[in-house]
Every structure is written in C-alpha cells, then in structure tokens.
C-alpha cells in the first residue's frame, strides 16, 4: 500500500516515519543526546515572539499551529514569505517531500508499489554472467596507477557519502563496488547463531586440543586427532542438552557424530565468520578451533571420524544473495550507499544527525520495498536454506546450509529463484554496514597516523631534535636512514598497513582457504618460539604481492625490503600472518588517542598545564617529541631474535613496532600517555 507524500511528511514531522521498523544504532542515540543536551544549554531566541506567545504556541497541538499559521500568511505576500521561511529553515524536509512525490510517481507509472524496475528486473531474470563473477582480487590492472585510484574512489564512496549527485557519478564509473565486497563480506549473525555461537566457545574454552595434539608423542597421531575432535563434539552436544533438553535429545539420540555432521558444520562456521566479523574476539579460541578444522581435513582422520565437520566457505552476503530473486539487482542499487553509510556524530548539529539517520532508514526500506518479494509461504519465512534454533525445535536440512559441499544441483537451480525476503535484505544491509564500520575503526589510526606524519614532518626538511635519521647500533636502531628515507620509509610502511586493513576480509578468507586445504599439508616444527604448524600460503601470500605492487605504485619506488615471511621460522603459517596485522589498530589507537587528547588535558587543570609546560615546552612540541619517536625507533628494524632476522622487510616493519609498544613505559613522555586514558596495547581479551 503506497504513502501519500503529504502523509509521509507528517510523519517526518512526528519523528516516527520508520522509528518501529529500523532502530537507531548506540553511536547514533549517543549522537543525539548529545546535541539535545547542546540545545537545552543553547536554547533557540525567537525576534517576533514574546514569551507569552511562546508559552501559547507551546501548549498548542499541531492542528491548532496550523490554524494560527493559515491566519497569519494572509495572502500571495504571506504565501511567499511562508515559502521562503520553509526553505530557509526546513530545506531538507522539502526536499524529502519532493523525493516522495516522484518516487510515488514513479510507482504509480510502473504499476505497483517497490516493484522493480523493468531493467533490473532483466538483469535479475538471466543468469549471472561472467562480468557479473569479476575478478575481485587486488591486483593492479596493466595501467597501475589508474587501479589503485580506482580502488581509492571506492574506498571514499562507502566510507563518507555526501551528495547524491556525486554519489551517483561515482556509481557510474564503478557500478560493481558491493558486487565485490559482498564476496567477501560475512552475514551478521542471527539471534539464534548467537546462541550456537556461545557454545561453541564454551566448548572450546574447556577443550585441551592443541595442548594435547601439538606436542612430539609417539603412536598413531591420526587417531589422537580423530579422539580429541570427537571429544569436542561430544562437549558441544552436552551444551546443547543443558541449553535445551528436547534439542539435545533429539540431537544426540543415536550417539553417532556422523549424522549430525550438519550440525557441526553450521556450528563451526559460525565460529569462523564470528571472528571475520570481530577481529578482537575469540582471541584465545580461535586458533584452537581452526588447528581442530585443519586436523579435521587430513584424509586419515576423516576417515576415522567418518564425516567431515568443515564447511566449505562462511556465508558471505553474496553467497546469500546470488541463490535469491533480485539478489544481485540489489547490490548494484546506488541506493546501497546510503543505507549502508555510517553516521559519525562529529562537527554535526542534532538537526543533521537526524536528516541523515532519516535518509538512512528511509534507503533502507525503499530497498525492501524494491525487491523482497510478495505472496512469500509460511515455510519459505522459516528460513529456506538456513537452519532453525529456536527453544522447542532444532531443525537442519541437510546439504542445504550455504556453507555446505553437499547441496545438489538440482537443489541450487531451484534456489536460483529463491524468495528474497525482507529480512534477508536487512540483514545483507547491516552486514555491509558492519564492514564500512570495520573499515573505519582499522584504517582510521593508519590514516591519522599518515596525517600526522605529513603535518609535522618535510621529506626535505627537520627541524632541530627533530630529525627522523636513524643509526644502526644507536638507540637499538638495526637500521641506518637519513631523515628523507626514513620518512619515506614509514610513509610506506603505513600505507601498507592501511592497504592490507582494507583488504582484511579477502585475506582472511585466503587464509581459511590455506589453512584448510587438504592438499597442503603441514610440519610441527619448533621456530624458536615453541612449537608452531609450518604451512605454506600461497593464496594469501599472493594476495599480499598484489597489494604491495598497488602500494608501491601509488607512492612510487620502494624503501627497504618487501620480502614476505610466510611458511618459515618468522611467519610459520596463514594464521600467524593475518594475527600479526589485526594488532595494528592496537598499536596505533592508543597513540593516536594521546596526541588526539593532549590539548583537552592541557586546558584542564593548571597544574598539568604547567607540567607541560615545563617538562615538554608546550603541547605541540609534546606532539612532535612522542611523534618523532614512534617515527624513528618504531621502524628501525628492531625486536627481533637475532641481528640476521632484523631488518625492513615487511613482517620487521611490524615487528618493530611491537618491540617501541615493550618499551613505552621507559619513556618521558609516558605520564602523558596515562594522563590521556592509556591502558595497554594489548586491548581485551
């Protein structure tokens, strides 16, 4: 049933057009109580009304101001001041009043109400083409430069969208940008994958395998594997019963894993996509659980356990939408943009805030209205190709999870035309929306950082104590730079680390893939650091490359070495390597709040004002100090075992930053750090 404009309007005006469909995000309340408390301190004066008028109008409902305002416009005079007044006041109310007509318009012409259009609904019809399956891998097209600021385009457009004119240029230049991160991009767990999810993480936080499997024993090793997942298994089926008896008993009714081997899949891919999606999570049972898949593989303890507890991908928002009717029509919506932006409460009025939180919510349902389809079943709404955990019914239909290698084909021709049910499109939506928030909390301090380092620093020039020349053998410093290739050197290193926190979600699905293949076999071998599982890594080692030769030609040329440890002592395996770079934003994020608070402490208290003052010179001199320091000893090529691990390559680089974190507590300037909210480096486990 369509909306009148005028109706949509005043609902705009009660502030509850949508407020019962789509809830505000904490962020976004946070946002508003804010500027409502700005506006109660500020409050708005009025020229032409006395204080007895306000308090009429005030205890007015909103016909009765209707009323008032239809007696004073009077006539065409009064008409046009009216209309000038409104457009100078509640412009964008008028111009989402606009927006409602033509789109009611539009309706109206194609027939019905959020159908789609008549060619999106032949893109969706025909099945999907090559340039539909593009290549989604990093690597720079033949002209280099162009790629790398095509990629960049895309990186603005998702993460701060401000017209709708531009918005729309950029779509025209790349209409695939959530083509290619939906590929990769993991679907936002439901409620009930939560349930499974805690657990899984019981299960895994009770469980001793990798003490009792990565060590040198004698005996059959297959066989000790093959015990130890099945006694997982066994914990996770006990979870389930005191979770829910009539759930467990049905699920452990024959006490034969091999019949729930769905089950175990579907549980274990949660886990998986679980911590794609929080990197800072399962930060101690997530290694554990993916050692467990990878034994799980091996041939011989397959066989042993007779089935296969691994599926064979997570379930990304692509995957999902690919089987749905106008799955993929709605991915290349521009519309995307807007209902997946992230509102950032920051030099923003609360009227701002609200106008874009509206339009937010407002693409949002328009794209439910597009494309979810009509006349859907009762048995198609209890979720089609997903399973059921609810408090009376556990239900999995076998080879029918998305993450499954048992699904038939005559099965996925059917699911071809499968419905697309709004609560599919909404969660797709906050699923996209969760990877623009994942982008800006891991790239924000490499950002940050790069803007710090070109405001307070020249390639060609240093001030004095301000140099960012290094020596090797001074200060632990393993490498020797003078000031201009030290900058370049570090300019480098954090462009590399933003690239690789853009492209996290691809290399983490490389990784898996490394990890789990049965055909790449690994050597418990002791590194130097214990005992560590030496893999080779050729998906994500490849994936890195790419991104390096994108780096290395935006910024031109190459300081140091870009080898890159994977498969050896330095970097035994995948894990290892993706492990090492979600520590990133640890690093910077607490350097960056410091200097970000610096000044707000220097005008607090007298007395700290005064100990800057007097110990620094002043905040921005402190500024320069806990920069040029992090610059220089930061990426010196320390931190390592031995002086022939040392060095600029890309694993060092990163190595040396751990190494300045180790001893930031020995620096002068470390009260600041705490004055400033420090707690560590090493966030929560």
């Not at 950029?170 to 936002?188: E, G, Q, T």
């Not at 060590?215 to 997982?232: D, E, P, S, W, Y």
């Not at 997946?340 to 923003?348: A, F, R, S, V, Y």
């Not at 390639?459 to 053998?473: K, Q």
């Amino acid at each position: 049933m369509s909306v009148s404009p005028s109706a949509r309007l005043n609902r705009l005006l009660d502030g509850d057009d949508g407020a019962e469909d789509t809830e505000m995000t904490e962020g976004e309340n946070e946002a508003l109580e804010k500027q409502e408390e700005e506006a109660e301190s500020h409050p708005v004066k009025y020229e032409n009304f006395d204080d007895r008028t306000l308090a009429v109008l005030n205890s007015l409902n909103r016909e009765n101001i209707f009323k008032v305002l239809d007696g004073v416009v009077g006539g065409e005079q009064g008409k046009a001041v009216l209309a000038q007044t409104l457009k100078d006041v509640a412009g964008d109310l008028l111009q989402q009043y606009e927006r409602a007509s033509a789109e009611q318009y539009n309706t109206l012409e194609t027939g019905g109400t959020g159908g789609a259009s008549a060619s999106a609904s032949a893109m969706v019809n025909r099945q999907p083409s090559s340039s539909d399956k593009m290549d989604v891998s990093v690597e720079p097209s033949e002209s280099g430069d162009k790629d790398g600021g095509r990629h960049e385009e895309a990186d603005e457009e998702v993460d701060g969208l401000e017209g709708e004119t531009e918005l729309e240029q950029k779509f025209r230049k790349d209409p695939n940008i959530f083509m290619r991160k939906a590929r990769y991009v993991p679907l936002r767990l439901t409620y009930d994958e939560r349930s499974l999810l805690r657990l899984l993480e019981s299960a895994l936080e009770v469980s001793e395998y990798t003490d009792k499997v990565d060590v040198f024993t004698g005996g059959n090793k297959a066989r000790l594997m093959a015990v130890q997942i099945r006694q997982i298994c066994s914990i996770l089926c006990g979870l389930v019963v005191a979770h829910n008896y009539e759930i467990g008993q049905a699920l452990i009714k024959d006490r034969e894993f091999a019949d729930n081997a769905d089950f175990f899949k579907i549980v274990f891919e949660i886990g998986r996509r679980y911590k794609i999606l929080n990197p800072e999570r399962m930060r101690g049972s997530y290694g554990k659980l993916l050692f467990l898949l990878q034994d799980s593989v091996k041939p011989d303890v397959r066989e042993l356990l007779g089935f296969s507890p691994v599926a064979d991908e997570v379930v990304t928002v692509y995957k999902v939408l690919e089987h749905k009717k106008n799955g993929l029509a709605l991915l290349k919506d521009p519309l995307l943009c807007k209902a997946t932006m992230e509102i950032l409460p920051e030099g923003k009025s609360r009227a701002q805030i609200q106008r874009e939180i509206r339009t937010k919510e407002d693409a949002q349902k328009a794209l439910i209205r597009k494309y979810a389809s009509r006349n859907v079943t009762r048995q198609a709404q209890r979720g089609g190709r997903f399973f059921t955990l609810s408090l009376g019914l556990f239900e999995v239909t076998k080879g029918t999870h998305p993450g499954g290698s048992d699904t038939d084909s005559d099965d996925e021709d059917k699911d071809r035309n499968a419905p697309l049910l709004p609560d599919d499109i909404e969660q797709c939506i906050y699923s996209l929306g969760d990877h623009n928030s994942h982008l800006r909390f891991n790239r924000y301090p490499c950002d940050k950082m790069i803007k710090y380092l070109k405001d307070h620093f020249s390639p060609d020039e240093y001030e004095d104590h301000y140099s960012l020349a290094i020596s090797a053998g001074r200060g632990g410093a393993r490498l020797s730079h003078s000031h201009k290739r030290q900058y370049t050197y570090v300019l480098q290193s954090l462009e590399l680390w933003r690239d690789v926190l853009h492209f996290l979600f691809e290399l983490w699905h490389r990784t898996e893939k490394d990890l789990l293949n049965p055909n790449n076999p690994y050597r418990l071998r002791d590194t130097g650091q214990g005992l560590n599982r030496v893999q080779s890594a050729p998906n994500v080692s490849d994936a890195v490359h790419r991104i390096i030769n994108r780096v290395q030609n935006r910024v031109g040329g190459w300081v140091g070495s870009s080898v890159v440890h994977l498969g050896d002592h330095n970097v035994p395996n995948a894990l290892v390597f993706i492990d090492k770079y979600i520590q990133v934003p640890r690093i910077l994020s607490p350097v960056v709040l410091c200097l970000d608070k610096i000044d707000e402490v220097y005008t607090q208290q007298d007395g700290l004002k005064s100990y800057i003052d007097s110990t620094f010179g002043g905040p921005t001199k402190l500024k320069k100090l806990i920069l040029c320091d992090f610059f220089r000893h930061a990426f010196d090529g320390s931190g390592a075992d031995n002086f022939f691990d040392a060095g600029s390559c890309i694993d060092g680089r990163l190595t040396s930053a751990w190494n300045w974190c180790s001893k930031v507590e020995k620096k002068s300037y470390f009260p600041v750090f705490l004055l400033t909210g420090f707690t560590g480096f090493d966030g929560r486990f």
